[in-house]
């Protein structure tokens, strides 16, 4: 009888066991390295060779290897404030496109031991990687396969050339964490290009470092995020789709790099790479172009907020060591994501969730503020919707939400939304896609004693391993006021913090003055002042001006030549970020050159607008020019000859050149006859406008 019983307690038992299995893994997943990798967050790239002291940013191959001379090299300097900026890790270039190596390669001429510094004695890789194992962070190398200097570059021997320049750097300094592979696929000396042997160069990585996680656009251990901007996709999935791919030109489409393939093949997660200045190299030009605080904090809450891991560039100077203004402001910034996710507030409070897998404890939502990432709330495998209470116990001030789903098992949630209690309705806060490792929600602050995450949509169960809860330090930002093409205002901040009031009539924001959540239509033009507000309402921004004439939506550029067309476009496409430039081909024509626009319709123009390249160039800025109209394209009256732009050059803003009197046309022409630049036969434009108010 006893026997009985007992095996029907074991039965019952398995049965329960049975119905509260983990979930299986979902498609691809990721190996520990990579999750360990996913961990880590973030961490220093260091752009260091001779580009530093020519002040270029892709060498040729060709300079003097005594021009690289820092005066007071000191990796324990990098190594000491990567450590202090909170990063994990440092990877270096140790040979860019110029073929120079860090290191006295055997095989190379191009390398430390060709230069004046230490007497070419000296050797970069072994001073920072013994500095990175004192300072506890980890070693990574990019190694770019391009070699401007090699003579076998472009020849069949210089594939194994590169085997053994990797075989001699991964053997000889300790673990490698990762190693960085640049797609740059340029001509060498010789005037060839070279077709790389990706698998030969990844069988030498991992013959030494099995552990080391490879950085290329196609992974396979993470993946370029498709801009040098800080900024993940929205959406981003940590899978993508490798096959039939390759790099550089051969790979996917950056806009498919950014946001990943949902579902896709292999788990190559986004590693986001951009540079605290405007190069990668270091420039003394720069030392005051270093981004701002809430710059940096808007790359991080669109890197590792968006399931991407940081890549923070920050060059060193001519002297060997991290400039003070660098420094500086990676303090600033370390301070301010320490500040911002010092306190958990949803930490050890009261979750309950709407199903829980098995109503097995084990998967229960309490699971999601425990502190632990290898605990998780997850339901049944046929449930792939389902919600959470958070109970903070009374009502708190809050402006960040921070979840994570448990990426060993998979990335699966497709849509979700966070929702606050206003003390009758749960009111949303942010609705969003993909979670992935972690997601921030960023917003501003708002008192409440209840969230709500709903997961809307996911591939399989959803199974989350975190969800926290911050009152992050409100940051301040001047807002930015934009419009498209079709007519439509966005205004923005660098930080989401802040509450953004607007006026349209002229009027100072006030608290009182609407406040911007979307985007509004605004086509016909007019003034629009903007600001920002924190701390409900005791600190405020600058006031922002942003004056605006006919949208250009029914306009387009007359131009037989489609290619030209698709360029000139970009001068009327209300993004002064995009530039129009006429043709510099060997055996052009030169100046002068003319864009001319169809306005769509027949207009009473007053005058015009013309808005010089904002990059940062001057190439092709106009500094003469002419005006003509016309009402059928053909016949055109000129308005405005042989005029200039008076200190555009050291100038480059917005130039509004009213007429004598109105011209009723349809089209106008505006005809580059010079360029601030002698000698220059090409002319530019970010934006080309008209003035009918």
Same mark, same amino acid.
């Given at each position: ?12 038992? =398995? ?60 990796? =324990? ?27 006295? &390669? ?19 890789? =072994?001073?920072? *990687? ?30 194994? @050339? ?39 160069? =990844? ?12 950085? *290329? ?84 809450? *669109? ?5 991407? +891991? ?33 306190? +958990? ?26 502190? +632990?990432?290898? %605990? ?11 919600? #959470? ?35 009758? $309705?749960? @009111? $949303? ?117 942003? &004056? ?34 006429? &043709? ?17 319709? %027949?207009? +009473?123009?007053?005058? #015009? ?16 020019? &002419? ?16 005029? *200039? ?49």
């Amino acid at each position: 009888m006893k026997k009985v019983i007992f095996l029907l307690f074991l039965m019952a038992f =398995r049965v329960v066991a049975q119905k509260t299995a983990p979930p299986a893994p979902y498609g691809a997943v990721p190996s520990p390295q990579q999750v360990e990798w996913q961990k880590m967050e973030y961490y220093m790239f260091i752009h260091f060779g001779p580009n530093t002291f020519t002040n270029k940013e892709w060498g040729h191959g060709d300079e003097d290897p005594k021009v690289f001379n820092p005066t007071n090299l000191d990796a =324990r300097q990098w190594a000491r404030t990567a450590k202090a900026a909170g990063m994990k890790a440092i990877i270096i270039t140790a040979k860019h496109h110029d073929g120079f190596c860090l290191w006295p &390669s055997k095989f190379s001429t191009h390398t430390v031991r060709e230069s004046a510094w230490k007497n070419g004695k000296g050797d970069v890789l =072994r001073e920072l *990687s013994d500095a990175c194992r004192e300072y506890g962070l980890k070693f990574g190398v990019y190694l770019s396969p391009w070699d401007r200097n090699h003579p076998a570059y472009g020849t069949p021997a210089y594939n194994q @050339v590169f085997a053994n320049t990797l075989d001699e750097v991964l053997s000889s300094y300790g673990d490698v964490f990762e190693q960085w592979f640049d797609g740059a696929n340029g001509e060498g000396a010789n005037g060839k290009k070279q077709v790389y042997d990706w698998n030969l160069f =990844r069988g030498v990585v991992f013959k030494h470092q099995p552990k080391a996680i490879i950085f *290329s656009d196609i992974g396979p251990g993470c993946r370029w995020m498709g801009n040098e901007s800080g900024i993940a996709g929205e959406t981003n999935w940590s899978t993508l789709n490798t096959d039939g791919f390759g790099m550089g030109s051969e790979a996917p489409p950056t806009h498919v790099l950014n946001t990943g393939n949902e579902n896709g093949k292999y788990w190559i997660p986004a590693e986001v790479d951009v540079s605290i200045r405007p190069g990668w190299f270091y420039s003394p030009e720069t030392d005051d172009r270093v981004k701002t605080l809430t710059h940096l904090m808007k790359i991080y809450y *669109s890197s590792v907020g968006r399931n991407g +891991n940081l890549l923070l560039n920050v060059p060193v100077s001519t002297k060997g060591l991290i400039h003070p203004n660098d420094s500086a402001r990676l303090m600033e910034f370390r301070k301010t994501v320490a500040e911002s996710f010092r306190t +958990n507030l949803a930490l050890g409070k009261t979750a309950t969730a709407s199903v829980t897998r098995g109503n097995d404890r084990r998967f229960s939502a309490v699971n999601l503020l425990d502190g +632990n990432f290898d %605990t998780y709330w997850t339901t049944d495998d046929a449930v792939r919707t389902g919600s #959470f209470v958070v109970d903070l116990g009374k009502p708190t001030e809050i402006n960040r939400i921070v979840l994570q789903e448990y990426i060993p098992l998979g990335q699966r949630v497709k849509s979700f939304k966070a929702e606050a209690w206003n003390g009758k $309705t749960f @009111v $949303t806060i942010d609705q969003q896609t993909t979670i992935g490792y972690k997601r921030i929600l960023v917003f501003p602050t708002l008192k409440t004693d209840k969230v709500r995450v709903t997961i809307l949509d996911a591939n399989a169960c959803p199974v989350l391993a975190e969800c926290g809860i911050y009152k992050a330090p409100e940051l301040l930002s001047n807002p930015e006021i934009a419009r498209s093409k079709q007519g439509m205002v966005t205004i923005t901040s660098d930080v989401a913090d802040p509450v953004i009031r607007y006026t349209t009539n002229g009027s100072e924001p006030t608290l009182a003055s609407a406040r911007y959540t979307t985007p509004f239509p605004f086509a016909q033009g007019g003034t629009i002042k903007a600001r920002a507000f924190i701390n409900n309402g005791a600190d405020a921004s600058e006031t922002i001006l942003a &004056s605006f004439d006919l949208a250009p939506e029914k306009w387009s550029v007359v131009n037989s030549d489609e290619n030209a067309k698709r360029s000139a476009s970009r001068a009327i496409d209300s993004n002064p970020g995009t530039v129009w430039q006429s &043709s510099r081909k060997e055996g052009s024509t030169g100046l002068p050159q003319e864009l001319v626009i169809d306005l769509g319709k %027949t207009l +009473n123009l007053k005058g #015009f607008t013309y808005t010089p390249r904002q990059d940062g160039r001057t190439e092709g800025t106009i500094y003469q020019y &002419s005006v003509y109209v016309s009402e059928n394209g053909t016949d055109w009256k000129p308005v405005l000859e042989k005029q *200039s732009f008076a200190n555009i050059k050291n100038n480059p803003v917005k130039q509004t050149v009213p007429f004598a009197s109105p011209q009723q046309a349809r089209f106008i022409k505006l005809v580059a006859l010079s360029s601030v630049n002698e000698n220059e036969q090409f002319a530019s434009a970010a934006e080309v406008g008209v003035i009918v108010n």
